[in-house]
């Protein structure tokens, strides 16, 4: 973006170029001097000055969008550009050069986008109208909830439209009136040298409009800190961390802007049983050697309630079985990942029937081991 610095700075001299240098002689001008300069092979403190100023002509003038615009300033400058020489050898005034000249923002929306604003921003600040700040907090939700999606109230004290002014920060009965200072432009000027810069006014702070006999309630802001319930709607598989936009509930707008957006961060309580892995919800299901052997059927927990889940014959432990449309609604699934349990204690009836299912089943294929190993 374009700076009223750019006047005070020859950026084709810093990198000793011409001003008609195509791209790649910069780019190898720029290298070569970075190479003397940089603070890790140059350690002068005059030298790093140099690299900073090398690196911030290199950003302009390798950018054609930022580069034009350095030029049309030079231009400017140097009375080039159509606005230099003039009778009677004062400085020149572009704001009022250009604040009738038949177009509806004058200089602003003829030059905004060259100093760092579009002919939008600044006709909000001479209409007065100013969008309210955005405003931040947070709420923990179960993780059910987190998954199904609800419907839940936030309370929060925070700044909301005064309504007794409704955000216009004027006594009932009267309204904002035009700032004197700058005729409700929302810009004054300052000279800098032979020209003159818009900046916005320090009367009204850019609105282009006072208030001269505020509301009592609010103190002529248009806004007052107050208790507020927000009703929140939490979308179907929001994660931890993820934040919700409502907008327009953020802090009030001023001389009847739009107010903010209220950022919502959303925090996920921790199930003892459920986990998230994306759209799908996980969980482990416990089972006996039998039932891994021989395969069997078993109730299995959802956010709904339980299931039936059939485990094959010979599954391992760590096999995972998926249960269709039991992770986030409408997206995910319900990821069961088998745990085989090793009982700690044998009955003697359960040893003598395990030794006897020992000797009739063939022993562990260790073959591969003995192979790889030569052991």
């Known amino acids: 973006m374009a700076s009223q610095e750019w006047l005070e700075k020859d950026f084709y001299a810093i990198l000793g170029v011409p001003q008609d240098a195509s791209k790649k002689d910069i780019e190898r001008a720029y290298r070569k001097l970075a190479r003397e300069l940089h603070p890790d092979h140059n350690p002068d403190p005059a030298a790093e000055e140099r690299f900073k100023g090398i690196s911030e002509a290199y950003s302009v003038l390798h950018d054609d969008k930022a580069r034009k615009e350095y030029d049309q300033i030079q231009l400017m400058k140097s009375g080039r550009g159509g606005f230099g020489g003039m009778p009677g050898g004062g400085g020149v005034n572009l704001e009022d050069l250009f604040a009738n000249s038949g177009g509806s923002g004058g200089f602003s929306d003829l030059f905004g986008g060259l100093f760092g604003g579009g002919g939008g921003g600044a006709h909000r600040r001479r209409s007065g109208a100013q969008r309210g700040n955005d405003l931040r907090t947070h709420i923990t939700l179960d993780f059910a909830d987190a998954v199904k999606g609800t419907t839940t109230e936030l309370r929060m004290r925070a700044p909301g439209e005064c309504e007794t002014c409704h955000g216009s920060g004027a006594k009932p009965g009267t309204a904002p009136s035009t700032c004197p200072r700058c005729n409700g432009r929302g810009l004054v000027t300052e000279n800098q040298g032979a020209f003159s810069f818009a900046q916005p006014c320090p009367e009204c702070e850019g609105t282009g409009t006072v208030v001269t006999d505020p509301c009592a309630d609010c103190g002529g802001t248009g806004a007052t800190t107050k208790d507020r319930v927000i009703t929140v709607r939490v979308p179907v598989g929001i994660g931890d961390g993820q934040s ?21 961060k959303v925090a996920v309580r921790t199930h003892p049983l459920f986990a998230r892995d994306g759209d799908n919800v996980t969980v482990r299901l416990p089972v006996s050697f039998p039932e891994a052997a021989m395969g069997a059927k078993v109730k299995v927990p959802t956010l709904d309630g339980p299931v039936t889940l059939k485990i094959p014959e010979g599954t391992p432990t760590g096999r995972v079985l998926r249960v269709k449309g039991r992770g986030v609604p409408g ?24 030794e006897k299912y020992a000797a009739a089943s063939p022993a562990a294929d260790r073959s591969k081991l003995e192979e790889l190993t030569g052991q």
Do not use: N
């Not at 009847?256 to 209220?262: E, H, K, N």
């Not at 319900?334 to 003697?348: A, C, G, I, K, R």
């Open 244 to 264: 919700i936009r409502l907008a327009g509930r953020g802090a009030p707008g001023e001389r009847g802007g739009p107010a903010g957006d209220l950022l919502v």
């Open 331 to 354: 997206k995910g699934d319900l990821l069961v990942t088998v745990d085989v349990e090793v009982p700690q204690v044998l009955s003697p009836e359960a040893r003598e029937a395990l």
